[in-house]
């Protein structure tokens, strides 16, 4: 019997995100590898490195597979080099590669450009015969068709799991990427596919990954339903989070379901409290709701139990200094739990990229070196009304007035008395030090990664 070939999948960290990975909650396994192993013929052994849970250190393989985010893509190459110097060949997926495959070309043998479900069978046959194409193309995957993911590959101290239910965005908003990397249809994974994968999750907290959970029409609202319904019927009896935009709470329902099956935290695209800021991404949802309109969603949220955590961009083309500051006064002054701030980052493949390199105003372009400072907490770019030192100056005091024990500890107490429910409360309390520990907990003289050690501070 011939030997097992074996494929060893490498889950890279940047060297950034090292401190913020401290915390076991801000750790999320690399989804597309629990369903590239499910997809995988059994004359293949599947292992995974995961640098979530420590450094690299070499191991053989026949074949191996990366995935990578544009600011964890350098380390990716670095690792990748090491296996082609011994002959090893070496494929890269993910949103960086398909975005860049020419450049991801360049430091791996093979690369994967988009969704990998209908194609990955026929990599790995060319692979077998030692015959790996430089590209593949994957096309939409059916959700219909997709295989129960294989948990088991992840570390068992992933303390959240992940599942997906849908993918694609219509909206193309100028600063993401899920357009143009998953497409414009908003695609449904069946309800009891969906269903049976969560009661398959070992853990008992999870993330609904989903870009926008419940969609943009009334089926796909309906389709969310389902899910929220089913686990209640199922008695699933685990907490979950999510992502969604501020459509939300259009739909009473849809807050109540998630509410009883176990949403504890939902991330809202709020991106700006300007109108002219949402016209400058092109964030169509938000414009057509009216920025008047956001404390009645938080208020719905909040009456549910739901915590928020509210993602906001700051840098827009829009914004003056002024405007930064405002920005910040607003998360403080509104019923907005816990918050991503982020600077604007043009990510390749995205709008907003391509302006930015059209105009000459991207200020780290040494690549793929300076890939890793795209975080979205590095100042990368030349901002429209202020220079870059401005912008980065002015977002280190926005992160001290939005991070500081007071500011959290206060959030913390606001959002138990609007919610009304201590675990959510403790997950934006939670989330909000993950934020501080990657937004750059060195700006604080006291160090805490966990709700713990800031609770031991406090006694
Ligand atoms: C879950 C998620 C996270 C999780 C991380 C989970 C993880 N994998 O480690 C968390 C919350 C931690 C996170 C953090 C961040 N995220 Co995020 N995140 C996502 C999200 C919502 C889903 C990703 C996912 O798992 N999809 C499901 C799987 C099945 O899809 P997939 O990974 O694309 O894999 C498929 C193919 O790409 C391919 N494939 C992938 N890998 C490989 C490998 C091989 C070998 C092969 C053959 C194929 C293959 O096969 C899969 C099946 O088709 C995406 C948006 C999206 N819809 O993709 C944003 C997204 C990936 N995130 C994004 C960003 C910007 C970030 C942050 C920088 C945000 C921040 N401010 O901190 C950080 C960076 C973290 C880091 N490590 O560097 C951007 C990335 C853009 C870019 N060019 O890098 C995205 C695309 C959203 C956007 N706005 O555009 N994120
Ligand atoms: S930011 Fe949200 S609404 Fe806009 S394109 Fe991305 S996923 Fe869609």
Redesign the pocket.
Known sequence: MSRKKKLL?I?P??RL?RDFLKTQTAK?????FA??AALTPDNWEVELLDENFGDFSFRPADLV???A????VYRAYEIAAIYREKGIPT??????A??LPREAGEHVDSV?IG???NI?KS?LKDAEKGKLKKYYH?SQ?NLDRLPKARFDLFHPDYVIG?I?TT?GCPFNCDF???TP??GSKYRMRPVEDVLDEIESLPQDKFYI?D?NLIGYSKQSAEHAKAIFRGMIERKINKKWWSQSSMNFADDEEVIRLAADSGCQIIFLGIESEQEEGLESTNKKLNSRMGVDKYAEVFRRVHQAGISIIGSFIFGLDSDSEEDLRARKDYILNNDIDSY?T?ILTP???SKTYKTFEREGRLTRTNYPFDWQYY??QDVVIQPNKMSSETLETVMKENFKALFNKKTILRKFMKGLRLTKNAESAAWALSTNISYRN?TGAELFDEQYFTVEDLIGKLR
């Open positions: 999948f889950n960290v940047s995100h999320y396994p690399p989804l597309a369903i590239l597979g990366f995935t985010f544009t600011s964890s494929i890269l997926g993910g949103i960086h398909s975005m994967l969704e990998a479900e990955w990599v994957g995957a992940s997906q993918r993401c990427t899920v990397f998953n990954i870009d991503q982020s990510l390749p493949g975080t979205m990657l």
